[in-house]
């Protein structure tokens, strides 16, 4: 692939290299990240990113400036300092095509806990859209390759039919627990789309009663009105853990809000009945030390992995369509971003072939004595459209050349033989002067020629 290409970077950590502690503290919310984002590409020493963070990654995507250092050391390091340990042991860092594939997969669900997930092709398009300030012409285009891959793949293949989410995953894992959930009575912390997921699937299990709490009471009404569950005030939560079977939090809370003095109480009023807590949230919403409460039982993110395993194997089956659309896109998208690489070389080329044309045009003009506006006109469309037609299959077999991938070779080429990456020569100057004295024949056939018969 072109050079253009290899300077496109990823560089992540996620659920498949690095324990939800981890994760947790490498994560940014949403509205911190245009901030987070122009932090870490101060680090880096480069101006073009985006920064993806979900609950089970976060990953910074960027192009590397030629010459400059290794931009994705400097975030790792910079990792480092916020976990408080070595994130070189656990990031991952793909260049040019690979980093390509990545983000397509990652954005179409492939390289999800969850298999064929949806909504982490929102979670990349809402990254994409706080990342917009700094993300060129390169991640812009990427980006909306990922998106519509991610549409293809949901439209044109069964790896998204019937696929858990996060939140299904944790439903699934209360209704191992249980047995069944139909009838009991379930408590959701949170009014993002995972908390409406939840109540999605909590119904669709038979729950009996369902009730919402948030900070913001009005988003926990609109959403437990649209579920036909009940919304309660955050501060009620508490006690209301007295009465209800299944805790799923989902919230954006920076620190744990389930902590164990909270819980205590009510789980000392449920008479030996347990409490099946379902931490979804990154940052965890829970603290550990509610796990240690007698009869209450709390799952976090890793725990989800083993019910999440169960369905993987149905589809599986749709891998291999799926990753063929992700390859068919990888590939469009190099063949666009080679031709990149013949743009500047292209602009130069032509820059330079005008250079001359305007010179020699200045030295036929002068020689040319008096002429017509028309005239004049005439000679200088002349001498454009000569120039365009000498560089028209240069530039268009240039552009093809990079599509291909020989861009570089093909463009190296121009350079050399139209010494695109020298001063124009001293001589120019020299035969200007020597045109000058000599008058050629043809010129001055132009010039006594009336103007209705060229």
Same mark, same amino acid.
């Given at each position: 692939?072109?050079?253009?290409? @290899?300077?496109? @970077?990823?560089? /992540?950590?996620?659920?498949?290299?690095?324990?939800?502690?981890?994760?947790?503290?490498?994560?940014?919310?949403?509205?911190?990240?245009?901030?987070?984002?122009?932090?870490?590409?101060?680090?880096?020493?480069?101006?073009?990113?985006?920064?993806?963070?979900?609950?089970?990654?976060?990953?910074?995507?960027?192009?590397?400036?030629?010459?400059?250092?290794?931009?994705?050391?400097?975030?790792?390091?910079?990792?480092?300092?916020?976990? /408080?340990?070595?994130?070189?042991?656990?990031?991952?860092?793909?260049?040019?095509?690979?980093?390509?594939?990545?983000?397509?997969?990652?954005?179409?669900?492939?390289?999800?806990?969850?298999?064929?997930?949806?909504?982490?092709?929102?979670?990349?398009?809402?990254?994409?859209?706080?990342?917009?300030?700094?993300?060129?012409?390169?991640?812009?285009?990427?980006?909306?390759?990922?998106?519509?891959?991610?549409?293809?793949?949901?439209?044109?293949?069964?790896?998204?039919?019937?696929?858990?989410?996060?939140?299904?995953?944790?439903?699934?894992?209360?209704?191992?627990?249980?047995?069944?959930?139909?009838?009991?009575?379930?408590?959701?912390?949170?009014? /993002?789309?995972?908390?409406?997921?939840?109540?999605?699937?909590?119904?669709?299990?038979?729950?009996?009663?369902?009730?919402?709490?948030?900070?913001?009471?009005?988003? @926990?009404?609109?959403? =437990?009105?649209?579920?036909?569950?009940?919304?309660?005030?955050?501060?009620?939560?508490?006690?209301?853990?007295?009465?209800?079977?299944?805790?799923?939090?989902?919230?954006?809370?920076?620190?744990?809000?389930?902590? =164990?003095?909270?819980?205590?109480?009510?789980?000392?009023?449920?008479?030996?009945?347990?409490?099946?807590?379902?931490?979804?949230?990154?940052?965890?919403?829970?603290?550990?030390?509610?796990?240690?409460?007698?009869?209450?039982?709390?799952?976090?993110?890793?725990?989800?992995?083993?019910?999440?395993?169960?369905?993987?194997?149905?589809?599986?089956?749709?891998?291999?369509?799926?990753?063929?659309?992700?390859?068919?896109?990888?590939?469009?998208?190099?063949?666009?971003?080679?031709?990149?690489?013949?743009?500047?070389?292209?602009?130069?080329?032509?820059?330079?072939?005008?250079?001359?044309?305007?010179?020699?045009?200045?030295?036929?003009?002068?020689?040319?004595?008096?002429?017509?506006?028309?005239?004049?006109?005439?000679?200088?469309?002349?001498?454009?459209?000569?120039?365009?037609?000498?560089?028209?299959?240069?530039?268009?077999?240039?552009?093809?050349?990079?599509?291909?991938?020989?861009?570089?070779?093909?463009?190296?080429?121009?350079?050399?033989?139209?010494?695109?990456?020298?001063?124009?020569?001293?001589?120019?100057?020299?035969?200007?002067?020597?045109? =000058?004295?000599?008058?050629? @024949?043809?010129?001055?056939?132009?010039?006594?020629?009336?103007?209705?018969?060229?």
């Amino acid at each position: 692939m072109s050079e253009g290409v @290899a300077s496109l @970077a990823v560089v /992540g950590v996620s659920h498949h290299t690095a324990p939800l502690e981890r994760r947790e503290r490498l994560a940014y919310h949403l509205a911190e990240a245009p901030r987070a984002l122009d932090e870490l590409l101060a680090v880096a020493g480069v101006g073009e990113g985006v920064l993806l963070s979900t609950c089970n990654r976060t990953e910074l995507y960027l192009v590397e400036e030629p010459g400059r250092p290794d931009a994705t050391r400097e975030v790792i390091a910079a990792w480092s300092a916020r976990v /408080g340990a070595d994130a070189g042991a656990m990031a991952y860092v793909h260049r040019g095509s690979e980093a390509v594939a990545h983000l397509l997969r990652v954005a179409s669900g492939l390289d999800s806990m969850v298999l064929g997930e949806a909504q982490i092709q929102g979670q990349v398009r809402d990254a994409w859209e706080a990342s917009r300030h700094r993300a060129g012409a390169v991640l812009q285009r990427l980006f909306q390759s990922a998106m519509l891959v991610a549409g293809r793949v949901r439209s044109e293949t069964h790896l998204g039919r019937g696929a858990a989410s996060v939140s299904s995953a944790a439903v699934q894992l209360a209704k191992q627990i249980f047995g069944s959930l139909s009838g009991a009575r379930a408590m959701v912390l949170g009014a /993002g789309e995972m908390a409406e997921l939840a109540l999605e699937c909590l119904a669709a299990e038979g729950v009996h009663t369902a009730i919402v709490a948030n900070r913001t009471f009005e988003r @926990a009404s609109e959403l =437990a009105a649209r579920h036909g569950a009940r919304a309660i005030h955050y501060d009620e939560a508490w006690a209301t853990l007295a009465d209800v079977d299944v805790l799923l939090c989902s919230t954006a809370a920076p620190v744990p809000v389930v902590t =164990a003095d909270r819980v205590r109480p009510a789980a000392a009023r449920r008479n030996d009945r347990p409490l099946c807590v379902l931490d979804i949230a990154l940052p965890r919403d829970v603290e550990p030390a509610v796990g240690e409460i007698e009869n209450v039982f709390l799952y976090d993110l890793d725990d989800l992995q083993d019910v999440v395993r169960a369905s993987l194997e149905r589809r599986r089956g749709e891998l291999p369509a799926a990753e063929r659309l992700v390859a068919e896109e990888t590939a469009r998208y190099a063949a666009w971003l080679a031709g990149l690489s013949a743009v500047p070389v292209l602009t130069q080329f032509r820059t330079r072939a005008d250079e001359l044309r305007a010179r020699e045009l200045e030295s036929a003009l002068r020689r040319l004595g008096d002429l017509t506006p028309a005239q004049r006109a005439a000679v200088e469309h002349f001498s454009r459209a000569l120039m365009n037609k000498f560089l028209h299959e240069p530039s268009v077999r240039l552009r093809a050349a990079a599509a291909e991938a020989r861009g570089l070779d093909a463009a190296a080429a121009l350079r050399y033989l139209f010494a695109l990456d020298d001063t124009a020569p001293a001589a120019d100057g020299e035969r200007d002067r020597r045109d =000058a004295d000599a008058p050629d @024949a043809s010129l001055a056939a132009v010039r006594t020629t009336p103007s209705g018969e060229r």
